[in-house]
């Protein structure tokens, strides 16, 4: 169990630039969710997939977000054209399954995006 | 809806001493899950508990302690004889639902430092 990796551990990026982050979850582990968490705040929900199907998505992931798990291995996040208010640390957290409330989740270090 | 609130933002402390971390949540489900994650200066969210709506019974794991009261809405964690490595961001959190909703709601966070 080598935990929940997250590349890359930091981003600067200028405003209208396109980011990309990557997941890869705990091996086996068939759910995986991206939160958000601003400064002084508690994480926010974006989105989860079951091994691939998206299943669900926060109205906070807006158009210039999308977030794919093609092989129901690792996951991307995607947002295009950044604003200001992008800058967060964006988390990944995966679960063997069954939801948060049978499976604890099992989160990563986080990528802080700074955008200037 | 369902909130969470911890209305501590930071507590200092010296080591040794007892520390009660607050946490309020509202829900209108009968069914609903509780948590508490804790956030090292690394930023891995790290669980602690999980709690069901339907067990009141308090539980004690080592130094830590959790009191779950319905009647009052809450769930408060409790650190006996606090040590320096206990010093993060505690989160309080709440899913909904039967079989608990796959999003977490998390509260804003309590931060602890503990000083030698």
Known sequence: DTGVSQNPRHKITKRGQNVTFRCDPISEHNRLYWYRQTLGQG???LTYFQNEAQLEKSRL??????AERPKGSFSTLEIQRTEQGDSAMYLCASSPGGGPSYSPLHFGNGTRLTVT | AQKVTQAQTEISVVEKEDVTLDCVYETRDTTYYLFWYKQPPSGELVFLIRRNSFDEQNEISGRYSWNFQKSTSSFNFTITASQVVDSAVYFC??????GGSEKLVFGKGTKLTVNP
């Not at chain 1, 992931?61 to 999308?66: E, K, M």
Request: no cysteine.
């Open chain 1, 43 to 45: 994480p926010e929900f």
């Open chain 1, 61 to 66: 992931l807006s158009d210039r977000f999308s």
């Open chain 2, 93 to 98: 959190a709440l899913s909904e639902g039967e």
